[in-house]
């Protein structure tokens, strides 16, 4: 499989599916609060996606080569967890950061972000700056898509601004296109040269979604077969877009009238 090149009647349904994946993540932002269980949002998400928004959440069943069938609808990754964190029966707690992954499917084609959320409006200080710098990190890279552009251009930014903060890119993961399948070519690495990889051409679509944590890049895995989470047990944040390279140069096709603003100048 190589790197499809989206039609203009695929970009409008690209379009309606990342809006529906962030419109997902407006819904269930009231509910995430202490004491709620990841099993309770996983409902609740499930439910509004496959009863109000009429779309399949991709997660479910998803079994890449290698792996067991997904159990759950979402992902949910709190604290050291990195990503593809498994929803349970443990209750959200005051100052606890959770990750909610989102993708949704709409008549065949995929719309996939994430955001971090404070539990109870609270964390700690480092806790909110690796939330604030992952998320100037995720729009550091989307600034880099344009036609001509290169995929190490966005990993190399993401890297710089991580670890000039002190954090780290975590490597075994990465952005990916996106379309009629989940993960389709290309990767997108979080880390990187500028100028180097793929060059970037109009109606190519794909993700970006750094992993950024607080201590070491190190992971590891746990026993469930997808959670994913640092060796050293630092906390560790993620947020994610899907992105579309125009004639000049990116449309994020994951907003929504509750998507947080792209950052300020803070660098
Ligand atoms: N949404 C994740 C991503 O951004 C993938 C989750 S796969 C799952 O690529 F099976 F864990 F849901
Ligand atoms: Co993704
Ligand atoms: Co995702």
């Given at each position: 499989?190589?790197i ?140 880099q898509?344009?036609?001509?552009g290169h995929l190490g251009d966005v990993g190399h ?17 990465c952005g ?9 070519e290309p990767q997108v690495l979080h880390y990187g040269k500028a100028g180097s990889g793929v060059e970037l ?5 794909f ?61």
């Amino acid at each position: 499989m190589s790197i499809v090149i989206k039609t203009q009647e695929d970009i409008e349904k690209m379009r309606v599916a990342g809006r529906l994946a962030s419109e997902v993540l407006d819904f269930i932002e009231p509910h995430v609060k202490p004491g709620i269980t990841t099993d309770e949002l996983d409902r609740l998400c499930h439910d509004y996606m496959v009863s109000v928004q009429s779309t399949i959440p991709a997660p479910l069943n998803y079994a890449p080569p290698g792996y067991k069938p997904y159990p759950k609808s979402i992902c949910t990754s709190i604290n050291h967890q990195v990503c593809h964190g498994v929803p349970g029966d443990k209750a959200l707690k005051k100052g606890d950061i959770v990750n909610l992954d989102i993708t949704v499917i709409k008549d065949g084609w995929h719309g996939d972000t994430s955001r971090m959320f404070l539990v109870g409006g609270d964390a700690s200080i480092l806790a909110k700056r690796l939330c604030a710098v992952t998320y100037e990190c995720l729009w550091l890279g989307i600034d880099q898509v344009r036609p001509g552009g290169h995929l190490g251009d966005v990993g190399h930014a993401i890297q710089r601004h991580a670890e000039s903060n002190g954090f780290s890119v975590v490597r075994e993961f990465c952005g990916h296109g996106i379309g009629r399948q989940f993960h389709e070519e290309p990767q997108v690495l979080h880390y990187g040269k500028a100028g180097s990889g793929v060059e970037l051409r109009p109606g190519m679509i794909f993700t970006i979604e750094p992993m950024i944590n607080a201590g070491k890049a190190a992971i590891s895995e746990l026993p469930d077969g997808w959670t994913i989470v640092t060796k050293d047990r630092s906390l560790s944040a993620q947020w994610e877009h899907t992105v579309l390279v125009t004639q000049s140069g990116a449309e994020v096709l994951t907003l929504s009238a509750g998507a947080p603003a792209r950052p300020g100048s803070r660098s």
